[in-house]
């Protein structure tokens, strides 16, 4: 049985029965968001849990920043076409590099939930901090997607493309590109490429009013985008 996707009429009821459970639990000093995905049973109508857990793991785009709420963020939309219970881990300003000693050890946090997906999308935010620190940011790619690998061998580890927002793009941008790519390919990931012009179609109605972060219509644009190349993945995801 083919399982739900949010296509172009992705407003439509597309899990009649299923309701959002949302639990917030702390992590490393911040906040890491579980939204569980439950349906009612028959016989008690009793919730309970349905779906694999599938970890999200980025910045202020996988947040969810300037989203009029967490279920307006791409990957909540994404996980609730799919069924899957999500375990966000998306922390604002969060690079390979950028604000690595603010957040603890994120990577850490999701191993430890031992996913059966997980879907990484960083690199951002190393852009703006590009001017003197290139090396550190090429050196730290690999490393981190190497130490995703080690500590989840049986998880399906999907790499999203660096995020970017506009038609103009500093070199930079490539060049992580690049690396992440190669990242990716190294640790034998699927890799999802294109995602950094998803937003550059339309920044008047995809981009909020600080210029930066998706609007909930480009939130919404993302994950039509993401379940369309998800789906084009093979195997499929489960």
């Known amino acids: 049985m083919a399982r ?3 296509r172009k009429r992705w407003f439509a009821a ?3 029965a299923a309701v959002a459970v949302t639990a917030v639990i702390a992590v490393s000093g911040l906040r890491a968001d579980v939204q569980q995905t439950t349906v009612a049973r028959a016989d008690t109508g009793a919730d309970v849990a349905v779906g694999p857990l599938v970890a999200f793991y980025g910045d202020s785009y996988t947040k969810g920043s300037a989203a009029s709420s967490p279920s307006a963020r791409w990957s909540s939309l994404v996980a609730k076409a799919e069924g899957w219970t999500e375990y ?4 604002p300003g969060l690079g ?3 604000k690595r000693d ?3 050890d ?3 946090d999701v191993i430890a939930q031992h996913p059966e997906v997980l879907i990484v999308a960083l690199g951002i935010n190393d852009n703006f901090v590009w001017a003197g620190n290139e090396q550190a940011i090429q050196d730290a790619v690999l490393p981190e997607f190497q130490r995703l690998r080690d500590g989840l061998p049986n998880t399906r580890i999907v790499v999203v493309e660096p995020w970017w927002y506009t038609a103009d793009r500093p070199e930079s941008v490539e060049r992580i590109i690049g690396w992440v790519h190669g990242a990716a390919e190294a640790i034998d990931a699927d890799y999802i490429s294109g995602a950094s012009h998803w937003l550059d ?3 008047g109605a995809w981009i909020s009013e600080d210029g930066l972060h998706p609007s909930d219509a480009g939130y919404a644009h993302l994950a039509q985008r993401m379940l369309e190349e998800l789906d084009a993945l093979s195997p499929a995801l489960p």
């Open 4 to 6: 739900p996707r949010l």
């Open 14 to 16: 597309f899990i009649a």
């Open 88 to 91: 966000n881990a998306g922390y």
């Open 96 to 98: 390979f590099v950028r």
């Open 102 to 104: 603010q957040v603890g």
């Open 106 to 108: 994120v990577a850490g």
């Open 201 to 203: 179609e339309n920044p």
